[in-house]
């Protein structure tokens, strides 16, 4: 249940953060230049971005967390 918890705060986390921030994050910004191809993608570009950053972290950040309880409660 914890990991649902910190998979969903920082997906929130991530999403805003894309949203409000200026400057393209990385896997965003590299598949916004394969959806530049689409002008109907274009206009969702923003949004679709920020989903795609915040799935992306938040599973990394996720994995890592799983891997570290797993790892302390073997210790």
Known sequence: MKHIL???VF???FTLASLLIATPLFP????????SRNAQLMEYSRYIVALINGLIYSLLISFFFVWLSKKLVED
Not at 28 to 35: A, C, K, V
């Open 6 to 8: 910190i998979f969903t």
């Open 11 to 13: 997906f929130l986390t």
């Open 28 to 35: 965003g910004n590299f598949l916004l230049t394969i959806l």
